[in-house]
């Protein structure tokens, strides 16, 4: 389409040139969530009078200073990346967006967390942290700190509860190891969040107990309790459990580990665990770790749902 203007024909089409300038721009964009900065827009020939006329007309959208988001291409994890990108070279998303970003906490609501290398003014939406040293990697795109320096971090903000499950959702993912973050915590030592992440790991950590000392000790938690006993090993709805109360469809399962050490092995029991629910029984799962060290608390639980159904 062409119009003329005293005489002249002037084409509405954009130019070749603009459509490879919109092109690399949107290239861009696709690989970071959706966000650009200034700096990109210029490397791509983008001027700072087109850039105002771009934010004017809603192709760009200012996200944080010098950080726009093009066009609709926003998705989950276009914050995080604008804020990081707002705060430059050696910055990284951390603390509980990170925990988010790799799946071992739900998603955030409050300012994005972002750590860096370098001393930042104050910016609108993100929350800074500063640090000497910042171990960070990348996730979805998104530089992140790496999983064992995402859960330290965690430690000096989460009660000991809500770390710990976020430390065994790291390892259901196989993304750290115990052995990785105690190795990390003395490494850190004098950070916000050693002391209450190594007290932590000790506290998941299993007494070193094979499966049939386990099981003596919980027979042995049982008879001392005179609650009545179970029968053992033996096969009901198709599989084979470690402890069964048949009059009152009670089943009892001894874990070897806290935390389960692969997501085949966590699903496989909680496939297992449905199946026998679905048979009418309830099951209850104890750790090694509980059979030593909450045996009280162990056998409080089993008494409750021996005698739950009783009519006094």
Request: glycine share 8%.
């Amino acid at each position: 389409m062409t119009l003329c203007i005293a005489g002249v024909q002037k084409s509405t089409h954009p130019s070749a040139g603009a459509t490879k300038v919109t092109k690399r721009i949107t290239d861009l964009a696709a690989r970071r969530h959706g966000v650009v900065t200034t700096a990109d827009l210029v490397a791509a020939g983008v001027g700072r009078g087109a850039i105002a006329r771009r934010v004017g007309d809603g192709r760009l959208r200012p996200l944080h200073r010098g950080v726009f988001l093009v066009g609709p291409l926003k998705d989950v994890w276009t914050d995080a990346m604008a804020a990081v990108l707002a705060c430059g070279p050696g910055a990284a998303v951390s603390h509980h967006d990170a925990a988010a970003i790799w799946g071992v906490r739900p998603a955030w609501h409050g300012p994005i967390d972002v750590t860096t290398t370098r001393q930042l003014r104050p910016r609108n939406g993100i929350r800074l942290h500063r640090t000497r040293r910042l171990e960070f990697t990348r996730r979805h795109g998104v530089p992140v700190t790496t999983p064992g320096r995402t859960l330290l971090d965690l430690a000096a903000e989460l009660d000991e509860r809500t770390l710990a499950r976020a430390i065994e959702e790291a390892q259901l993912l196989r993304l750290t190891t115990a052995a990785e973050l105690a190795s990390l915590n003395a490494r850190s030592s004098g950070r916000h969040g050693t002391r209450a992440l190594a007290a932590t790991i000790a506290a998941a950590h299993e007494p070193r107990m094979t499966r049939s000392e386990a099981e003596r000790r919980f027979l042995d938690l049982i008879r001392a309790a005179r609650l009545p006993a179970p029968e053992t090993n033996v096969r009901v709805a198709g599989y084979e459990v470690d402890f069964l109360w048949r009059a009152q469809r009670l089943v009892v399962e001894v874990d070897g580990f806290a935390y389960h050490s692969s997501r085949a092995a966590f699903e496989r029991d909680r496939r297992k665990d449905a199946d026998l629910q679905a048979a009418g029984l309830r099951v209850n799962r104890v750790t090694y770790r509980q059979i030593e060290r909450e045996c009280e608390a162990v056998i409080a639980s089993i008494a409750r749902q021996l005698y739950s159904d009783l009519v006094i």
